[in-house]
């Protein structure tokens, strides 16, 4: 990226396979935190999950890549799929700060369900220094618990270690991988749950179909 980035999102997820639930979630960052652009960040060996649903990175690479390329304002990272090893976010995010440098503020975009689990992450209070959080409403999820524990408004105040984690209520969608790859299986539909490209790349691939 040739142009100035002073505010990045990034948003983490194993992406097996991508869905509107994650493209929404970044298009409601990049508009309502005025981000100028949203880098998706499909996990390599996901440290917290092993399944053999699990398609290889380089699969879901290309499905994000694909699902993504209308939009100038996303971007697919290949930084977690090419590192060695499990992907962790601390990692990611150290890296990030040594290519864009300390003018880029990064905002990690999550999912209610994810950020609650960041707490317990490796090196959590490394992490909160190293970026904001921005978490998505997601059905079935509650916020409450944020809103007592450490949510503080944007700059005001927030106690060193503490996360700083930003609510961001976006239109509610109840989507999930673990459903679309149910369907899949079921030969249910998943035409208008994720982009068409990404439908049309799973069917000819035959994912989740053995
Ligand atoms: P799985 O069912 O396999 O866990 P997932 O749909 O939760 O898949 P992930 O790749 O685990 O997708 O999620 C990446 C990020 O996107 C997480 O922060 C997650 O909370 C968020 N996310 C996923 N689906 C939604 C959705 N429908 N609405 C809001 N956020 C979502
Ligand atoms: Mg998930």
Redesign the pocket.
């Known amino acids: 990226m040739e142009e100035k980035i002073s505010r990045l999102g990034v948003?983490?997820?194993?992406?097996?396979p991508?869905?509107?639930?994650?493209l929404?979630?970044a298009e409601e960052a990049l508009s309502q935190f005025k981000l100028d652009k949203v880098m998706f960040m499909p996990a390599g060996v996901p440290p917290h999950?092993s399944d053999p649903e699990i398609l290889l990175p380089e699969e879901r690479y290309l499905l994000t890549v694909i699902a993504t390329a209308s939009n100038p304002d996303f971007v697919v990272s290949r930084l977690e799929i090419e590192r060695k090893g499990p992907s962790y976010t601390i990692d990611t995010l150290a890296q990030l700060q040594q290519i864009f440098g300390p003018d880029t503020t990064v905002f990690f975009?999550?999912?209610?369900?994810?950020?609650w689990e960041i707490l317990t992450w490796k090196n959590a209070e490394e992490l909160v220094e190293l970026t904001e959080f921005i978490a998505?409403?997601?059905?079935g999820y509650s916020l409450e618990k944020f809103k007592k524990l450490h949510v503080l408004p944007e700059g005001e105040g927030r106690e060193p270690g503490r996360p700083r984690v930003s609510i961001m209520e976006?239109p509610?969608?109840?989507?999930?991988?673990?459903?679309?790859?149910r369907r899949v299986r079921e030969d249910q539909p998943i035409r208008y749950l994720v982009p068409e490209g990404v439908a049309s790349y799973i069917k000819k691939s035959g994912f989740w179909k053995d």
């Open positions: 948003m983490g997820g194993t992406f097996n991508i869905h509107y639930g994650h929404v979630t999950k975009i999550t999912g209610a369900d994810a950020v998505a409403t997601r059905p976006i509610a969608l109840a989507i999930s991988s673990t459903d679309i790859r």
